[in-house]
């Protein structure tokens, strides 16, 4: 499995309505070529940027992709329609852990949380792959006992990335409240206190960020929302018929 | 005790007109909400101010802050009219260290003095290695802290990371300094402090990097 990690600068004020129009006009034709929406989030807290995050079977869905982003009429008329909401974007490719669940996995499992954590490990060049060894043998066991779930574990291989980037993704409670006990769980675990001293041999920093997945057909959203409705039916509220008379 | 540490970008030009209209259309509603501790321009950047806020219920003042931009009249209206004036904005909640004082020792503290009149704060950003965050803390209450208070710099504030956007390891102090002259006073005193330069060398065995912005509080501000 592949993922495609889309860091989308919105214009603020039309976040909704993109959300809307992303769902009704692009998702169905990215969908029908192999690119599999496993979530689509509001940065927390930067109200400009959203993020999209995609699965796909192999590197040749990659040349699909392009070729639909370059010559097809919708895909054509989706970034023209897309200017009107979108200011910037920049991707990444990452490859998964092992041990990171795929959007099968998360779909049959119970990994819909309002708060996500998202963090990005700065890693010494070359030691990605042992350093997503530990957060699966160490970390991951470690955050389930404070009540987070790994949703993925990822390197970034291609795209726009800086060298010996880690990207972790951790559901993070449904409300503010769940996250001040999940990290004082962490902050009282001596556990988590040694793996914190450990993991400086791979990674000097770590940046960290809340998704808040709101997004109505986005798979990994917030339980609170109930289940999408049809792209169909999306449609017809985002972008009603107009009787000419 | 919890914190909102807000970074706006307003657009070029605006700068003036944006904090003007936020001290008579925006903080008195944040204020029923939360305690706002200090609104400022960034010295020598034209489009970056810097917000810092209280949240007296901890994440609890969360709700009642979505409250405020979904259902309350001037939350709402400002909701609309603050995207005139700025296009981006990144917030962090930060958590308050045991020494760094609450919005309420700041209003004590300012009867005796303190934090008035200032023309400028320092802000400073230390990226702590991966697990030396105690060392440091305890490092910085004992030896800085002391030091930097008898130079006429006052602690305005001092956190870290508890959720939103941020990075491991990394303490945020803000200190008040009367003017730049005073800073200029600072600075020659620390060259001359052999404790100054010993905290420094051990600092560095402590941090990857630190990374600083003076920042100039607006007239309503709290922290001026």
Redo the contacts between chains.
């Keep these: 499995m592949i993922y495609l990690y889309d860091s989308i600068t919105i214009?603020?004020?039309f976040q909704e309505e993109f959300w809307k129009v992303m769902g009704s006009d692009y998702l169905p034709e990215m969908e029908q070529n192999g690119m599999r929406l496993v979530g689509m989030f509001m940065m927390?807290?930067?109200?400009?940027e959203n993020l999209a995050l995609w699965e796909f079977d192999d590197w040749a869905t990659l040349d699909r992709f392009q070729g639909l982003q370059d010559k097809h009429p919708l895909a054509k008329a989706w970034q023209r329609e897309a200017v009107d909401y979108v200011t910037d974007f920049t991707g990444k490719v990452l490859q998964p852990a092992p041990f990171s669940p795929t959007l099968a996995k998360l779909k049959k499992g119970d990994y819909k949380s309002t708060i996500y954590l998202h963090t990005l490990a700065k890693v010494h060049p070359g030691k990605e792959d042992e350093y997503m060894e530990a957060v699966g043998k160490e970390l991951k066991p470690m955050a389930r006992r404070w009540g987070m779930k790994l949703v993925g574990c990822y390197k970034a291989v291609a795209g726009t990335a800086g060298s010996g980037e880690v990207i972790n993704i951790w559901t993070a409670g449904n409300?503010?409240?769940d996250?001040?006990k999940i990290?004082a769980r962490s902050l009282k675990d001596p556990a988590y206190?040694k793996w914190?001293?450990?993991?400086?041999k791979w990674?000097?920093?770590?940046?960290?960020?809340?998704l808040y997945g709101l997004v109505p057909y986005s798979p990994l959203r917030t339980p609170f929302l109930q289940e999408p409705a049809a792209p169909e039916e999306v449609r017809t509220v985002a972008m009603p018929e107009v009787e000419w008379k | 005790m919890l914190y909102l540490y807000e970074t706006t970008y307003p657009f070029p030009g605006m700068m003036d007109e944006y904090v003007k209209v936020m001290g008579t259309d925006l903080i008195p509603g944040l204020n029923r909400h939360m305690t706002v501790m200090g609104v400022f321009r960034i010295a020598f950047r034209h489009r970056e101010s810097f917000f810092l806020s209280e949240l007296p219920k901890g994440v609890d003042t969360l709700e009642g802050l979505s409250n405020f931009v979904m259902h309350e009249r001037d939350g709402l209206t400002w909701h609309r009219v603050g995207f005139r004036y700025r296009d981006e904005w990144f917030d962090s909640l930060l958590e308050g260290l045991p020494f760094s004082p609450t919005a309420e020792e700041v209003v004590r503290r300012q009867k005796k003095g303190a934090f008035m009149g200032n023309t400028l704060y320092y802000r400073l950003i230390y990226n702590v290695l991966p697990g030396k965050t105690e060392e440091f803390l305890k490092a910085f209450q004992k030896e800085l802290l002391p030091m930097q208070e008898r130079r006429g710099m006052k602690l305005a504030g001092c956190y870290r990371w508890f959720g939103a956007c941020g990075e491991s390891g990394e303490i945020i102090s803000l200190w008040s300094v009367k003017d730049w002259a005073h800073w200029g006073k600072i600075q020659a005193a620390q060259l001359r402090d052999a404790k100054y330069r010993q905290w420094m060398e051990q600092v560095s065995g402590l941090c990857a990097e630190w990374s600083y912005k003076f920042l100039l509080p607006v007239p309503y501000s709290l922290l001026h």
């Design positions: 214009v603020s004020r927390g807290i930067h109200y400009n409300i503010h409240g996250w001040v990290r206190k914190e001293a450990e993991a400086g990674r000097p920093k770590v940046i960290y960020r809340f």
